[in-house]
């Protein structure tokens, strides 16, 4: 019985982690496109281009916001199977509101330092993520061979 309950727990946190690398490739992939247009508006790409990057920027953030609340249960979910793990994504909202506000060579390089940062801090939980799953299906493996 006890093998059936810690089963059942594996699958219930591979699932969470699934979950949360669903939203993180989401916050990617926005950051990816986010900085793309960052960079044309480094190149002097005007008040059109700012409206585009910060579209991006603040899907990115509810993909991220997801993503943070994906992990926690990911987490729960974890200390269920003995397992912990903490992961916090952020961006920083003053950038975004400096980008368009005053939109200028300086501010929209460090805006884009931000999105930089932000891309590889979910491209860190993504690998913390995938290694803990990668654990919890050894683990999985292990009881159906038993």
């Given amino acids: 019985m006890a093998y059936e309950k810690e089963k059942k727990e594996i699958l219930e946190a591979l699932a969470a982690g699934d979950e ?9 992939n926005m950051l990816n496109s986010a900085g ?3 960079i044309a508006d480094i190149l ?6 700012s409206m585009i990057k910060r579209n991006k920027m603040r899907e990115a953030q509810r993909e991220m ?5 994906a992990l926690r249960a990911f987490s729960r ?3 269920d199977v003995d397992r912990a793990m903490d992961i916090d994504l952020d961006l920083d909202g003053f950038l975004g ?7 200028n060579f300086m501010v929209d390089v460090m805006v884009q330092s931000r999105i930089s940062d932000a891309k590889r ?3 860190e939980a993504i690998e913390q ?5 990668d654990i919890l299906d050894g683990m999985l493996r292990r009881y159906e061979k038993a």
């Avoid at 002097?44 to 281009?49: D, Q, S, T």
């Avoid at 509101?97 to 939109?103: E, S």
């Avoid at 993520?129 to 799953?133: A, Q, Y």
């Fill in 121 to 123: 801090q979910v491209n």
């Fill in 65 to 69: 916001d997801e993503a943070r609340e």
């Fill in 129 to 133: 993520v995938n290694d803990v799953c």
């Fill in 77 to 79: 979910e974890l200390q």
């Fill in 44 to 49: 002097g790409g005007g008040l059109f281009i």
């Fill in 20 to 28: 949360a690398i669903y939203h993180l490739e989401g916050a990617q």
């Fill in 97 to 103: 509101f400096a980008d368009f506000f005053f939109d």
């Fill in 36 to 38: 793309n247009w960052g």
